[in-house]
């Protein structure tokens, strides 16, 4: 399309007969459209090289190139072209086996009515200009979904924080620099390391962690760098450390802070040379290695207090990374929730619908100190011990050891916030009451009759899920499930 506002779209007509194109411009006079004309497959190609056209009218019998390969060839490489065909009666097989191949969208014989010609133009223009909608509305609902993630690699989460965590890992994966991620315990340090590790081109090479706060100190020099036999008390034999184990991939070292500060000068020169020695072994090894380091601390207070060198840090911290604590991450809490009550329910083999409101309140509500991980636990937790078929506020209270009076501040309905409406409540109560069409408001209906209406009507508010519509009618499943079957048994009979 053309960029001038009066301007509603450009056609090209192809027909070799030049008293046709003269009564094709004259007929086209009055459209709000840019018309083009020429006599042959050939040009028009040439000029659907230089411009595009929303419309492109040929004739299907053409001296050298016959309207449906000059529509074909068009069809293949502008799919987004209207085409239709101006053609005789004798023409009309061929142009219902080009309809049904996708060559043409429609039409008009010769000789043609001006009106009819006008209207199917009109059309043309319409669909095309739907068609390019439409397809703009997919590419932004694409764009949107791309840019707001509801999980990305191992992460789940929609908030703002995490929406520009996954916009820094894809932009530092690629890279080799190293990565220092901050964030308090239990946000998902190693879960990003491993991201960058997936994104990167190290992915099929290994991804080796470590835990400098799990490691005691005196064992730490030879996880990271290994040892020949013999070389301390207990040394029986070579062992290779995570710095030989990572060639060709990732070394994350997490809690850096807690690594002793004279092991912290060694991995300083590993770090900036690429170089490393076995511990009582007499020769340097190289390895090709991408550092990802995190730490719960303050790195500045860290290094203030002695904790962390200064020339380390700032030699890792090339792209840093933060993770914000659950708190601070709006909407999340709730998502985690839900996923992991349907990854522990498959698990523990347990039938369970979802939170209840009150339980989303207070998930919502919790601080959650102990952020993801504390989350995930106590999800189990409730998991595990809840009689279903919903996870309570006292579920998750009872996992949390909250007092009942914690438990009712966090689960108070907000007199500005009205609660999210039960699936079956905002059904309408005579649904299942009214008597069926045709009968008279006196009828009565048989209870199966009643029974099943209600529950399918429960169910496909539920949005098929079977498992949820029991909980809200407050039966079993297996109820459910049973008198589903033997419907189907009564049908097929």
């Known amino acids: 399309m053309t960029n001038e506002s009066s301007v509603l779209a450009r056609i090209l007509f192809v027909d070799d007969e030049t008293a046709i194109l003269k009564s094709l411009r004259r007929t086209t006079q009055p459209m709000h459209a840019e018309c083009v004309f020429v006599d042959s497959g050939a040009k028009g190609l040439e000029l659907l090289e230089q411009k595009p056209f929303d419309v492109i009218v040929s004739d299907m019998r053409m001296p050298e190139m016959d309207g449906a390969t000059f529509l074909a060839e068009v069809a293949r490489m502008y799919p987004e072209s209207m085409r239709l065909v101006l053609s005789g009666y004798s023409d009309d097989d061929l142009i219902m086996a ?131 036999k013999g070389a301390f008390s207990g040394a029986v034999s070579n ?153 309570t506020s006292s579920d998750l209270a009872e996992a949390l050891q909250l007092s009942s009076e914690v438990r009712e501040r966090l689960t108070e309905v907000d007199d500005l916030q009205a609660p999210r409406a039960n699936p079956i409540s905002a059904m309408s109560p005579v649904l299942p009451l009214t008597p069926a069409s045709g009968q008279s408001d006196a009828a009565l209906r048989p209870l199966a009759d009643v029974e099943k209406e209600y529950i399918e009507f429960a169910i496909a508010q539920c949005e098929g899920n079977v498992v949820q519509a029991a909980a809200v009618l407050q039966v079993s499943p297996s109820t459910l499930y049973r008198k589903m079957q033997s419907w189907s048994s009564v049908k097929s009979a």
């Open 239 to 391: 062992r290779d450390g995570a710095a030989s184990q990572a060639h060709g991939g990732t070394l994350f070292l997490d809690e850096l802070g807690e690594m002793d500060i004279a092991l912290q000068a060694k991995l300083l020169r590993f770090i900036q040379t690429g170089s490393f020695q076995k511990i009582g072994a007499s020769r340097l090894e190289q390895v090709d290695i991408r550092f990802v380091c995190a730490t719960n601390r303050n790195p500045h207070e860290a290094i203030e207090k002695g904790l962390l060198r200064e020339d380390l840090y700032y030699r890792l911290n090339v792209v840093a990374l933060h993770l914000a604590p659950l708190a601070e991450r709006e909407g999340d809490s709730t998502l985690l929730a839900n996923y992991f009550l349907g990854l522990y329910a498959e698990r523990e083999n347990k039938e369970l619908a979802g939170l209840s409101q009150d339980a989303e309140r207070l998930v919502l509500r919790y601080d959650w100190p102990g952020n993801v991980r504390q989350l995930e636990n106590c999800l189990h937790s409730a998991v595990v011990m809840s009689p279903g078929p919903l996870i």
């Open 98 to 228: 080009a309809i049904n191949e996708g060559r043409i969208w429609g039409f008009v014989h010769k000789p043609w009515e001006d009106n009819q010609l006008l209207v199917t133009l009109s059309q043309a223009i319409a669909a095309q200009q739907m068609m390019v909608e439409r397809a703009l509305l997919r590419h932004t609902v694409e764009r949107f979904t791309r840019d707001h993630k509801e999980s990305f690699c191992q992460f789940i989460g929609r908030s703002t924080p995490m929406q520009a965590l996954y916009s820094q890992i894809e932009r530092a994966a690629p890279s080799r620099a190293s990565v220092f991620i901050t964030g308090p315990s239990g946000t998902g340090k190693e879960l990003a390391a491993a991201a960058v590790h997936q994104m990167s081109p190290r992915a099929n090479g290994p991804f080796i962690a470590l835990n400098c706060a799990a490691i005691p100190a005196d064992l730490m020099e030879s996880e990271i760098f290994g040892h020949v």
